[in-house]
């Protein structure tokens, strides 16, 4: 069953906030020259390992820091693979210049980050191909952790390699392997999945409800960052409109059209979605968080 999109999500959760002390993050060990790090990483042949941080007030970025950034074991063997990079976003700014704060909003944008801490590996041009963040354990799970994701990407490799000579359903199932194994959404993610739906246009492989929800929700997000909100819902609308959705489906995007009108304001279609998601699978755990969000106080005055 799929999980709730973020924001109707966060309403029956809550954010954890924990103490601590963060780690002195410039210096010999990490970079926060982003255009320096990235020759650093080209001349020593060596990929980026990028972290989005609130270093003075984020709970679990200070978490990170204590039992895995700041450790002399971490340290050393992630500095045998990567430059590591830190895009601080502190509360207390004194300390950064504005062209430091500029480069770090910058790149909050341009890797679409949305909550801290955010991982990024990335090859040594900056270019993305893997996203994790806190990760309990210690120095030693974490480093296992970066390997298996850089053991992924490898994989990802060989499958496109494979790509030039295949064709038809067999390319769908390729490209579905890759998806699958992509460590997270970049603009060619996106691609694929809609190459995906085209190729199984009639759902022989059982591809395409998965990927025209995917793709939808991909360039939902993105219409969403951009400030189109009629976009993402043409986004959603789009695939509503098949009658081919199994039922996870439809709700999944009936959940997502919802959010992105209670984003505008739009509270009254907003619940109306929500109840006819709830139609679509009465018994399901989703239609019972559905339940709660309906009693709680976003909905409270709507009829």
Known sequence: MRALPRTLGCLVGAVL??????????????????????TQAAKDQKLLLIDFSGSDWCGWCKKLDQEVFSQEAFLTEAKKKFVLVLLDFPRDKSGQSEALQKQND??????GVEGFPSVFLAAADGTPFAQTGY???????????????LEQHAKVAKLQAALPAAKGLERAKLLDEICTNLGMDTPEKTAYMTEIVT????????????????????SRTSSLRAGKPDDAIAACDKVLAWEGLSADERQTM??????????TGDKKAAKALL???????????VAAQIDRILAGRWFKDVE
């Not at 910058?106 to 890797?111: D, G, K, S, W």
């Not at 009639?202 to 929700?217: H, I």
């Not at 009936?254 to 984003?263: D, P, V």
């Open 106 to 111: 910058t790149l909050q944008e341009q890797f």
């Open 199 to 218: 190729l199984d246009a009639d759902n022989q492989a059982g591809l395409k409800g998965k990927y025209l929800v995917a793709a939808a929700m991909a």
């Open 17 to 38: 906030v924990m103490g601590g002390v963060c780690r002195a993050a410039e210096g010999e060990n990490w970079v926060t020259d982003w255009e320096a790090a990235k």
């Open 254 to 263: 009936l959940i997502a059209k919802s959010e992105i009108l209670f984003g």
């Open 275 to 285: 109840l006819e998601a709830k139609k679509v699978a009465p018994e399901s755990p």
């Open 135 to 149: 990760q309990a354990g210690g120095p030693e799970k974490y480093l296992a952790h970066l390997d298996e994701l």
